[in-house]
């Protein structure tokens, strides 16, 4: 429950599975007009399961809206998807979260705890779980904290991995001003390991038809990359000659490096084949406009 300055937790216990419509009335979800739910990975798999039990109880329950969701999992998934192995709340905890569990009991563990308590009639092992709960909602409130900093105005605490991806972000929400000043802050003060936001940001500066400064970009970050995305980098690099710039000498060697690239790693063969229709093509231009010079 939030106030003016904290929040108040309060967890709910059944005293027994027969009790289900009353704590799920309980815990007043129908009264909201515009509900909102935080969780971590809750809209696949904890909200389901609720609404769920809600129809079972239906005919005593009043209707359930629909909230709009805040799933922590998503955002943090998007922006330290390629720094961290495990994307288990644990694991947020520890890397990016900064604290260590301790005497926690392990949430597989929590259905059987409750199971036995109310078999027991002994509640006492129920406060591990209510430990266990106050843990989660914690890290929780730290994680939306720590995320809204970094989406709203942080630029220093966190790695060139997570600015770019917190870039492409904002790019795939159309949110271009944004996602410039993410990729912009990398390429700036990030030194070699910008490479794959200075290829982001030249394809925000191609869009906007900023071509020199692309091009700039594409061949700054190509020689850095890995794979099909260097391959990308050379071929837009190439296009950009091309068609916009009027240089077909570069064009063309921007198509040597790519068919250079595609020879060092799996890529498709449509593109290896791209590739050398490409260079077929621009070749045959050069070969066209020296003519043209000679006739003149």
Known sequence: MKKSD???MMQYIMPDPSH???FLYETGLWKADDPIIFSYNG???DW???TS??????QDLPKLPVPRQIDLFHGTKRIWKNELARMKLSTIEEEKLGFVRQGDVPGYLIPAIYLDAVKSGFPDGLAKVLYHNELDILSLVSLYVLSSNLLMEDMESETSGAYTNIGKW???LKQYDQSAAYLEHVTTDRGASSAFARYLLAIQKKRAGQHEVAVQLFKEAAPHLRGSIEIE???HAAKLYEHQLRDLDQAAIMAGFAKEASEHTNVRQSLVADI???QARLEEKKRKKTLQVQED
């Open 43 to 45: 809209k696949s798999f």
């Open 170 to 172: 904002y790019a795939d």
């Open 20 to 22: 289900e419509a009353a």
């Open 48 to 50: 389901p399961q609720l």
């Open 233 to 235: 980098a050379w071929i």
């Open 53 to 58: 039990r809600w129809t079972m109880h239906r």
């Open 6 to 8: 904290h929040f108040e």
């Open 276 to 278: 050398n229709k490409r």
